[in-house]
């Protein structure tokens, strides 16, 4: 709860960065930004899923160049196209013949309509003439011959929609011609009562009447242009003066069904009581071997089942066609659209899968699609879907990712993305269901970036300013942690129980005597420089150096529940790291070095100290002042490292100790007991942990006034350490006990009255 209210303004702009895409979702509001995204979405996924291949049961009699050049500019006569559906139907036996163009122009190329003229002038009175015309116009009327073609034959032609301003209605749609005219294939209030969104003319460009009246069905071919101008719909019904019109592929299908009727298809459709719901999902055709349901949005439009590229439907010239130069079994049994793929008769479209992409494709697309039933689905749950996926993977970040670390933040993020976009195409793919993506992959990058910006223009800003306080005493890591938590840091002066460290060259005079200048820094910088590292890589705070001596503390400013185990430790690296020095410093001509330190634990004052000209980060205390009186004594007993008694109680399960004595230090009226590491436990060789126990022995009967066996115990172990110091020390004040008796009131404590 602490680190949620920590991060709070954080998770309230990530809350509102959420709201702003969930609006977009609810369709309150668009983004346009997230529509070119979600049809970029679109248009890959789909390119990615196409099933490819050729599909033969649909073939495209092709007006192309080949066919123009043979048969002269388009429109062809209509005594060709009525030769056209004779040889379709009677030589090849297609299944169903559709037309991508309109036949919306009489056809007076044969010159009918002149000698009719003469007919009814010049030669009306000529009975010959008339007689002879009568028997021509069988022959000549070339509009009654196509149409006638179609006569009882599975043929549909195709017809337009407009909304120009000067629209004109060409052709007949609803006007009566023979007694017959073609019907709206669902009537007016068919919708009455429902929000729906379905596209609505003023205006069309139709056949001529002749041609409707005896062709099967009709259908348009008006495709939907996105806001991107590509054709991803096409509305299988439209509206025109209150009544609705099918499309052509939707003609073709429901030819090839046998003239099934189409109905409505709503969500949870339960009667009365769902008539104002918005949610047109689907176009039912009933058919006696089962239902053809097409999928439809709110608009009654089909997304268009791109099967592939350019060619994934037989192109068959339309004039090997009208001479009956195809084998029959490449049209036999077929479904044959009529249509155009050269450029200067303008059916040409941009679409998902090609710039330029013939518009008779799309309707055998959408025919293959229909008898297949693999048309993707956007009923109108997926609003629900996708605003329910945005307030959860919303709500997730904004919540989390305030309180991760840059990396598993951006793990969490990278997460959230795959898991949302590999369930969506799942969903696309096994389901056959769109569900829009953008406004989600936006939002979790959008939350991602805040989170990302946020560290780096807030939290950085911490971290500097941490690093401008504390950098120069503690390593870059403990900066990090103190930066996640800074208002847990200050430099006001607190109590504490850390560990300090004090360290000095012994013999630093002598040695600088004995350089030049720049030899002596040199030497310096390096010997400051390893001893420092040492320091830091045991998470040490540098508090620090007084010429050549160095001063450390552990366990402020950030806490640590180790902070003996790290300063000892770094005392016994330190003198590892010194000694690797020796070689290269005699090859330079430098002495070797030799340090002692002295480690102490205990409360002490930590903070900011210091006057208003300069301050220092560091420690005060009788704690402080007793580790400087360690290291000081440390040549005294001619020993490394010497710990006080509080941090071998706290390391005496994990490190190995020598006692050395009991010391009365300048300024502490209290004795207190002076140990040696020797190293962790389990590191320390058999043969020392036995002189140990030794040693430990000697102590006792010298701190017993015991003075011939403690110097027998001392002189057996001098014979195995002759270089010992230590050992050499307690003998000479056993000599002097044997000189001058102590007395019965010795405590064995040792003053120093020297620093």
């Known amino acids: 709860m602490d680190r949620l209210k920590k991060h709070l303004v954080q998770i309230v702009l990530g809350l509102l960065l959420g709201l702003v895409f969930l609006g977009h979702a609810g369709r309150f509001y668009q983004i346009p930004l997230v529509s070119v995204l979600d049809a970029f979405i679109y248009d890959a996924r789909l390119r990615l899923t196409m099933p490819g291949g050729v599909d033969d049961r649909i073939v495209i009699l092709d007006i192309d160049e080949k066919s123009l050049a043979e048969g002269g500019r388009w429109p062809w006569g209509r005594d060709k196209m009525a030769a056209l559906v004779d040889r379709l139907f009677d030589h090849y036996g297609i299944a169903v013949l559709g037309f991508d163009v309109v036949f919306a122009e009489p056809d007076d190329s044969s010159g009918l309509r002149s000698l009719e003229s003469l007919g009814k002038k010049d030669l009306r009175d000529d009975a010959a003439y008339q007689n002879a015309l009568k028997g021509l116009r069988t022959t000549l009327d070339y509009d009654r011959r196509f149409a006638e073609s179609m006569v009882k034959r599975p043929v549909v032609l195709g017809y337009y929609f407009t909304n120009l301003s000067d629209a004109l209605t060409s052709g007949k749609l609803t006007e009566l011609v023979g007694g017959k005219r073609p019907e709206p294939v669902l009537p007016p209030g068919t919708f009455k009562g429902r929000n729906l969104a379905l596209t609505s003319w003023s205006g069309y460009g139709a056949n001529l009447p002749v041609y409707q009246a005896n062709a099967a069905s009709a259908g348009h071919f008006v495709p939907l242009v996105d806001f991107d101008g590509i054709s991803r719909r096409v509305p299988m019904l439209v509206e025109y003066q209150g009544a609705y019109y099918e499309s052509l592929s939707l003609a073709m299908v429901r030819l090839l069904l046998g003239m099934p009727s189409i109905t409505p298809g709503y969500a949870e459709d339960t009667g009365a009581s769902s008539r104002h719901y918005a949610g047109l999902e689907w176009l039912e055709l009933p058919t006696q071997r089962g239902s053809v349901r097409i999928p439809v949005d709110e608009s009654a439009a089909t997304l268009i089942p791109y099967r592939g590229a350019q060619g994934s439907f037989r192109y068959l010239p339309i004039s090997d066609a009208l001479h009956g130069r195809l084998p029959v079994e490449a049209l036999k049994g077929k479904i044959v659209i009529v249509g155009t793929t050269t450029p200067g008769l303008m059916d040409l479209r941009a679409t998902p899968v090609a710039t ?129 938590d800074p208002e847990n840091y200050s430099m006001a002066g607190r109590k504490a129980e850390l560990t300090v460290l004090f360290s000095d060259v012994r013999g630093f005079t002598t040695i600088s005597e004995g350089l030049e200048p720049d030899e002596l820094a040199t030497l310096m910088n390096e010997y400051l420089g390893a001893m420092t590292a040492v320091v830091r890589n045991n998470r040490g705070t540098l508090d620090k150096y007084i010429g050549d001596a160095i001063m450390a503390f552990w366990g402020a400013p950030v806490s640590d529940a180790d902070h003996a185990r790290h300063a000892v430790m770094t005392a016994l690296e330190m003198q590892c790291e010194l000694r690797k020095r020796d070689e290269p410093f005699k090859a330079r001509g430098w002495p070797v070095l030799h340090i002692g330190v002295g480690v102490n634990t205990g409360t002490m004052t930590v903070g900011d100290m210091g006057s208003p000209v300069r301050q220092s980060y560091t420690v005060m205390g009788d704690a402080v002042n007793l580790g400087s009186r360690l290291e000081g004594i440390t040549k005294q007993y001619g020993v490394g490292i010497i710990v006080g008694e509080t941090t071998r109680a706290l390391l005496k399960e994990s490190f190995v100790f020598r006692e050395l004595d009991r010391v009365r230090v300048k300024g502490k009226a209290e004795p207190v007991g002076i140990y040696e590491p020797l190293g962790l436990v389990g590191d320390v060789d058999k043969a020392t942990l036995e002189a140990l126990k030794r040693w430990q022995q000697a102590l006792r009967l010298y701190r017993a006034q015991e003075w011939d066996q403690a110097d027998v115990q001392i002189y057996n172990l001098s014979r195995e350490a002759p270089d010992c110091y230590l050992y050499q020390l307690y003998a000479k004040r056993i000599a002097l006990c044997r000189q001058n008796p102590p007395g019965e009131g010795w405590d064995g404590v040792t003053t120093f009255e020297t620093k």
């Open 356 to 484: 330029t992409y013939p518009g008779v494709e799309i309707h055998a697309n959408l025919v293959a699609g229909m008898l297949d039933g693999n048309i993707k689905l956007k009923p109108a749950y997926v609003l629900g879907a996708e605003v329910l996926i945005i307030m959860l993977c919303g709500l997730l970040l904004a919540l989390l990712l305030p309180l991760f670390s840059p990396m598993k933040a951006t793990l969490l993020a990278a997460s959230v993305l795959v898991v949302v976009t590999l369930l969506n195409l799942w969903l696309w793919v096994s389901g056959g269901l769109l569900l829009p993506l953008a406004s989600t992959l936006l939002m979790i990058i959008a939350l991602y970036a805040l989170s990302m910006s946020w560290g780096y223009f807030v939290e950085s800003r911490t971290k500097r300013q941490l690093t401008g306080l504390f950098g120069q005493y503690v390593p870059p890591e403990l900066v990090e942690v103190m930066s996640r």
